[in-house]
């Protein structure tokens, strides 16, 4: 029992604010989004990322996944689900680039068209604490429908690191 907590006291404690060697990450988004035609349509997105990371020398690699729901208007939404690559660098203050693909359906009045979806972008975390990142991110968007659906987001993250 006591080599148990040993380990779990030395696997508990990082040596630096932010050199938490994770594997695990947990992050959710507050965005505003805004399309790029003519409209200019404004709206609020949330989002959900699921993430593992992985040392790679002077950079993190994260694999991750994604849920993501923004709304347009009344009758103008999109849902996605991706895949993905960040990679991270950085102690205290963490810049970041990410691109993923996967699946959207864009639900517009009474049609829902489902389609390729596309996002890249960056990010960049503050860890004050270890275990915890806040953050801003922007990404441009792009669903493969007829005519093509292209969005800004910004927003903000919060991150749990295990």
Same mark, same amino acid.
């Not at 049609?111 to 503050?126: E, R």
């Not at 922007?138 to 005519?147: F, G, I, R, S």
């Given at each position: 029992?006591?080599?148990?907590?040993?380990?779990?006291?030395?696997?508990?404690?990082?040596?630096?604010?932010?050199?938490?060697?994770?594997?695990?990450?947990?992050?959710?988004?507050?965005?505003? &989004? %805004?399309?790029?035609?003519?409209?200019?349509?404004? =709206?609020? /997105?949330?989002?959900?990322?699921?993430?593992?990371?992985? @040392? #790679?020398?002077?950079?993190?690699?994260?694999?991750?996944?994604?849920?993501?729901?923004?709304?347009?208007?009344?009758?103008?939404?999109?849902?996605?689900?991706?895949?993905?690559?960040?990679?991270?660098?950085?102690? &205290? %203050?963490?810049?970041?680039?990410?691109?993923?693909? =996967?699946? /959207?359906?864009?639900?517009?009045?009474?049609?829902?068209? @489902? #389609?390729?979806?596309?996002?890249?972008?960056?990010?960049?975390?503050?860890?004050?604490?270890?275990?915890?990142?806040?953050?801003?991110?922007?990404?441009?968007?792009?669903?493969?429908?007829?005519?093509?659906?292209?969005?800004?987001?910004?927003?903000?993250?919060?991150?749990?690191?295990?």
């Amino acid at each position: 029992m006591a080599s148990l907590a040993g380990v779990l006291l030395v696997a508990g404690t990082p040596e630096r604010a932010h050199a938490v060697d994770f594997d695990l990450m947990i992050s959710g988004d507050v965005n505003g &989004v %805004f399309k790029t035609d003519a409209d200019r349509d404004l =709206g609020i /997105g949330i989002a959900g990322r699921l993430g593992l990371g992985f @040392d #790679a020398g002077s950079v993190r690699v994260v694999p991750e996944g994604m849920f993501e729901w923004d709304r347009f208007g009344e009758d103008d939404t999109v849902i996605r689900i991706l895949g993905g690559l960040r990679i991270m660098a950085g102690d &205290v %203050f963490e810049p970041s680039i990410f691109a993923h693909v =996967g699946w /959207g359906r864009h639900n517009f009045k009474d049609s829902d068209d @489902d #389609a390729v979806a596309i996002d890249v972008g960056t990010a960049l975390d503050f860890t004050a604490i270890p275990y915890l990142k806040l953050g801003v991110q922007a990404a441009y968007n792009w669903l493969e429908v007829d005519p093509v659906l292209q969005f800004i987001t910004f927003g903000a993250h919060l991150t749990f690191l295990f």
